[in-house]
């Protein structure tokens, strides 16, 4: 079983490569996990950074003492791959962030759009990003990622055009595609965008608008996939066809 990941903030050892884990982290990787001594550990900044470590102890139940001789940077992959992800209801959208987070998507774009039940506005919506923000650092490390997605604001749907217009390649999962994303011709670099609807489906001023910054509707398949689920399926696709999983 490869190493768990704990994310920290800097990479700075004492003398012999004596690093402490301590805080939130250190806590759970010596009270829940109950790592000891010889065990691996690898440390990460979630932007790429990161460090494999061997476990000398532990000190109390919070501080885990271990073993940093080097630290390494993992390059962002190519293409990019970032998923618009309009609001589902209830516990979905963290649903969609982990396993976006799990297949390996870049980033994730919050979208209110026009049939989306569930809307983001002040301390909820602040609330809501939070909680997306945390399921992508938590399913990071679960996944053993050394570079988590970017989560942002959430955005309207001129400024998802706004994305699209400066894609490389730019899709809207909708059902009047005439061409299956399984087929559709990819870039082997610079930046993939996605679009996932609400359960209530795209609108058409929504789908002409995106169509207009030069997105292109494509199919899954012959079912209909929830939005929650939808987002995951698509980026497996985009993918295994790129390359990323080879």
């Known amino acids: 079983m490869t190493a768990p990941v704990f994310v920290v903030e800097h990479f700075d050892a004492g003398g012999g490569g004596r690093y402490v884990l301590d805080g939130p982290e250190g806590r759970h990787a010596v009270s829940v996990k109950r790592l000891r001594a010889g065990e691996d550990v690898t440390l990460t900044d979630g932007a790429g950074r990161w460090a494999d470590c061997v476990v000398l102890g532990a000190e109390g139940k919070d501080r885990l003492i271990?073993?940093?001789?080097?630290?390494?940077?993992?390059?962002?992959?190519?293409?990019?791959?970032?998923?618009?992800?309009?609001?589902?209801?209830?516990?979905?959208?963290?649903?969609?962030?982990e396993t976006?987070?799990?297949?390996g998507v870049d980033a994730i774009v919050p979208w209110a759009a026009a049939r989306c039940i569930t809307q983001w506005k002040g301390d909820r919506g602040v609330k809501a990003l939070g909680k997306w923000r945390a399921t992508a650092r938590e399913a990071g490390k679960q996944?053993?990622?050394?570079?988590?997605?970017?989560?942002?604001?959430?955005?309207?749907?001129?400024?998802?055009?706004?994305?699209?217009?400066?894609?490389?390649?730019?899709?809207?999962?909708?059902?009047?595609?005439?061409?299956?994303?399984?087929?559709?011709?990819?870039?082997?670099?610079?930046?993939?965008?996605?679009?996932?609807?609400?359960?209530?489906?795209?609108?058409?001023?929504?789908?002409?608008?995106?169509?207009?910054?030069?997105?292109?509707?494509y199919r899954l398949g012959r079912s209909v996939l929830r939005t929650s689920t939808a987002g995951t399926a698509a980026a497996a696709v985009l993918l295994a066809r790129t390359g990323r999983w080879s």
């Open 143 to 217: 996944s053993r990622r050394v570079r988590f997605p970017e989560v942002a604001e959430a955005a309207t749907t001129k400024q998802v055009a706004a994305l699209l217009a400066g894609a490389d390649f730019a899709a809207v999962l909708h059902e009047s595609g005439d061409e299956p994303l399984a087929t559709a011709e990819l870039p082997s670099t610079g930046d993939i965008v996605l679009v996932v609807g609400p359960e209530g489906g795209v609108a058409p001023e929504e789908l002409a608008l995106f169509e207009e910054a030069g997105a292109r509707a």
């Open 100 to 103: 976006m987070t799990e297949v």
């Open 66 to 97: 271990l073993q940093l001789d080097s630290v390494s940077e993992e390059p962002a992959e190519q293409p990019r791959v970032t998923v618009v992800q309009a609001l589902p209801k209830g516990d979905r959208g963290e649903l969609a962030v």
